[in-house]
């Protein structure tokens, strides 16, 4: 609390001592600050009297312009503060392309429809973005974030399992083991190796497929098509495996459990308000159960 409201206090208030008790101040702090404005000012600003203190001319005139300006910065203050409780402006989403599409995007209307003074502006890649540096207020990601420097807020589990068409496996067999995944097409984007976690530990298994591509949708297609055995997620595959279009192949192995769906934003701090209710959305929508998960048997 600055000088200049002390004084406008001790004026309404018609005292120091009426002043400091509204305050919470006593009357030799009260009696401080308003010697310190006045020392400042050069002038005097209370005629004080063992009854009563009346106001200087001086006094007055500040008084009055005093009174204006704090009832400005009271209504700037709850301007702010109504703004920042309000969901509008734009929203600048990233998420990973395939899941965007499947899990965002179709689920967006209702959001929108609750916010409609809201818009957000949904950007799908699979690079990674640079969330600070490209201006994005919250990103979804899939991948393990122990270490990361950025908020993050777990929206669900990520189930990745080894999958395979039904004509792949009667033509080139069911692998048995771990061990026999090398003998085998292995399709995988922007990748030469799975690290594969099971009941023995992890184990790293080379790929060597006549399919190299930097897209995760063409591994998808390819694998329903039965080129060969991929690593799936149960969002991207799972009505697959429900039809039995596709099959699980080991499943008693997978990519490791600390890979999860978040969102992440730059700070915890001054939440802007569209962002929380954005992350709420997904949450309450995904969850540690998650809808697509729904009928699959997961080991």
């Given at each position: 609390m600055g000088d200049l409201d002390v004084f406008a206090q001790v004026v309404t208030a018609r005292g120091m001592s009426a002043a400091g008790r509204e305050m919470g101040l006593s009357t030799a702090v009260i009696s401080k600050r308003i010697r310190r404005l006045e020392e400042r000012l050069g002038v005097r600003l209370l005629q004080r009297t063992t009854r009563q203190i009346t106001l200087t001319e001086a006094g007055q005139g500040l008084y009055e312009r005093a009174v204006a300006i704090l009832a400005s910065v009271e209504e700037a203050e709850a301007w702010v503060a109504r703004g920042s409780a309000e969901v509008r402006g734009v929203l600048k989403v990233s998420a990973p392309t395939s899941f965007g599409r499947l899990h965002i995007a179709p689920r967006l209307l209702p959001f929108l429809r609750r916010h409609p003074n809201l818009t957000v502006d949904l950007n799908l890649s699979d690079e990674f973005i640079d969330l600070v540096g490209e201006g994005y207020d919250v990103a979804v990601r899939i991948a393990d974030l122990a270490d990361s420097s950025l908020v993050a807020r777990r929206l669900a589990p990520n189930h990745r399992l080894l999958v395979a068409a039904p004509a792949y496996l009667e033509r080139a067999g069911v692998p048995q083991s771990v061990d026999d995944l090398p003998q085998h097409t292995l399709i995988a984007h922007n990748s030469d190796h799975w690290r594969l976690e099971g009941p023995h530990g992890q184990h790293v298994v080379r790929i060597n497929a006549p399919l190299r591509t930097n897209s995760s949708e063409v591994v998808r297609e390819a694998v329903i098509a039965g080129m060969g055995i991929a690593l799936r997620s149960?969002?991207?595959?799972?009505?697959?495996?429900?039809?039995?279009?596709?099959?699980?192949?080991?499943?008693?192995?997978?990519?490791?459990?600390?890979?999860?769906?978040?969102?992440?934003?730059?700070?915890?701090?001054?939440?802007?308000?569209?962002?929380?209710?954005?992350?709420?959305?997904?949450?309450?929508?995904?969850?540690?159960t998650p809808y697509w998960d729904d009928g699959l048997t997961l080991s």
């Open positions: 149960t969002w991207d595959i799972g009505p697959e495996l429900r039809s039995g279009q596709l099959r699980a192949v080991l499943p008693g192995y997978g990519a490791s459990n600390r890979v999860a769906v978040y969102a992440v934003y730059p700070s915890r701090r001054h939440l802007e308000q569209k962002v929380r209710v954005f992350v709420d959305h997904l949450a309450a929508l995904f969850g540690p």
